[in-house]
């Protein structure tokens, strides 16, 4: 059974800092491209970042480039998303995926919410 648990979320100011984490199981982890998304409410979903397989490749939206560190732990099977200086507008739900050519799995999401 393949699963993604996103954790990390919550309530942060104007300036602060989170650690996202997805674990990852149920598949060959080090053989997919992880991704970071996000949905804000009435809002269409965004790709954050990517990580390739060995890590040896991220990208970033232009909105966090900067700010957001995409990162992997293979022998832990987990993708992190380090994100910092958070801004309101960075308010959303966050989700990781797991994508290889036309197969991509997903997990349940994690709300931020960057608040005064």
């Known amino acids: 059974q393949v699963t993604l648990v996103e954790s990390g979320g919550g309530l942060v100011q104007p300036g602060g800092s989170l650690r996202l984490s997805c674990v990852a199981s149920?598949?060959?982890?080090?053989?997919?491209?992880m991704i970071w998304y996000r949905q804000a409410p009435g809002k269409k979903r965004e790709l954050v970042a990517t990580?390739?397989?060995?890590?040896?490749?991220?990208n970033y939206a232009d909105s966090v480039k900067g700010r957001f560190t995409i990162s992997r732990d293979n022998a832990q099977n987990t993708v992190y998303l380090q994100m910092n200086t958070l801004k309101p507008e960075d308010t959303a739900v966050y989700y990781c995926?797991?994508?290889?050519?036309?197969?991509?799995?997903w997990g349940q999401g994690t709300q931020v919410t960057v608040s005064s």
């Open positions: 149920g598949f060959s982890f080090s053989s997919f491209v």
């Open positions: 990580i390739t397989g060995t890590g040896g490749i991220t």
């Open positions: 995926s797991a994508k290889l050519f036309i197969t991509e799995y």
